[in-house]
């Protein structure tokens, strides 16, 4: 029987890492998936993945915590029998203020989590790759990272900062073909959204060309096209999914 591919995606239980990893479940792909806290969604997640016939591990780690980083990794290797084969960099949080407002706390807590702990999870999962010779990553970035946001410099910086680990990485595993790139989300419909006043998303969504918000699934569609066998030979590339917002 043919080897099934492990993926590995932060933050999956709720939101677009959820979508990424039921999407990856449907490329007959296992899955090993991170949440924070969200025990409840974290098993319904599992148990939607594993309806589509293959294997779930919902595994509690906080992205910004380098002992959960390395443990999530490890974890995933074993459940994976020793290989990683896609990784998609997804947990990410925001802090949102004006900048004259904006807490040292605010700001470290979204580099920490959105950045360092991208950083942790490249470093451990790039030695797996680099030893398997094949690997596909995946990191959601943000529009927020490609033009900047009104109050949100922390959520920014950190996502501007993942578009050029992303570049300078893909640089780096080149010669291992393995891929890395970025898929940078526009206003997407999730939690994180959802939480922001009415008249604000409103805002926003008027100056979308398509004049709509985006599905969690809009994104993993082209997780799945980044993560798979048609991207082989692109790296180093950001994917804005954005209904037009950056045009
Ligand atoms: P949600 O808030 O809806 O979901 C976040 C997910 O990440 C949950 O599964 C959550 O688990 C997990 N998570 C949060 N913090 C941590 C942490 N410290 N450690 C481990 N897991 C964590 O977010 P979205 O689905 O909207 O966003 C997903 C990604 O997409 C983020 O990186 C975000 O910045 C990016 N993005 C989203 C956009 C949007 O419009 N929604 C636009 C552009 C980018 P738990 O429930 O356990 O906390």
Do not use: W
Not at 4 to 30: F, H, K, P, Q, W
Not at 168 to 183: G, P
């Amino acid at each position: 029987m043919e080897r099934r591919e492990l993926a590995l995606v932060t933050g999956g239980s709720r939101g677009i890492g959820r979508a990424v990893a039921l999407r990856l479940a449907g490329m007959n792909m296992d899955i090993v998936f991170s949440y924070r806290e969200g025990k409840a969604a974290a098993d319904e997640t599992a148990a939607l993945i594993e309806k589509q016939g293959v294997r779930a591990l919902a595994v509690q780690a906080d992205a910004a915590n380098r002992e959960d980083c390395d443990r999530l990794v490890e974890e995933a290797y074993r459940f994976g029998e020793k290989r990683i084969d896609v990784l998609v960099n997804n947990a990410g949080i925001t802090r949102d203020n004006l900048i004259l407002k904006m807490s040292d706390e605010q700001f470290e807590e979204v580099i920490q989590t959105n950045l360092t702990g991208v950083f942790y999870l490249l470093r451990a999962v790039s030695k797996i790759m680099l030893k398997q010779k094949y690997g596909r990553i995946v990191n959601i970035s943000s529009v927020a990272g490609v033009r900047g946001n009104a109050g949100q410099v922390n959520y920014s910086a950190s996502k501007a900062g993942v578009i050029g680990m992303t570049k300078a990485l893909a640089r780096e595993l080149a010669s291992r073909r393995i891929t890395v790139n970025a898929v940078a989300p526009g206003l997407i419909e999730t939690d994180m959204t959802m939480g922001m006043p009415k008249e604000a998303r409103e805002e926003l969504t008027a100056h979308i060309p398509f004049k709509a918000m985006g599905r969690a699934e809009d994104i993993a569609g082209a997780v799945a096209f980044l993560a798979g066998e048609e991207s082989s030979y692109i790296t180093g590339q950001v994917l804005l999914v954005d209904g037009g917002m950056c045009i």
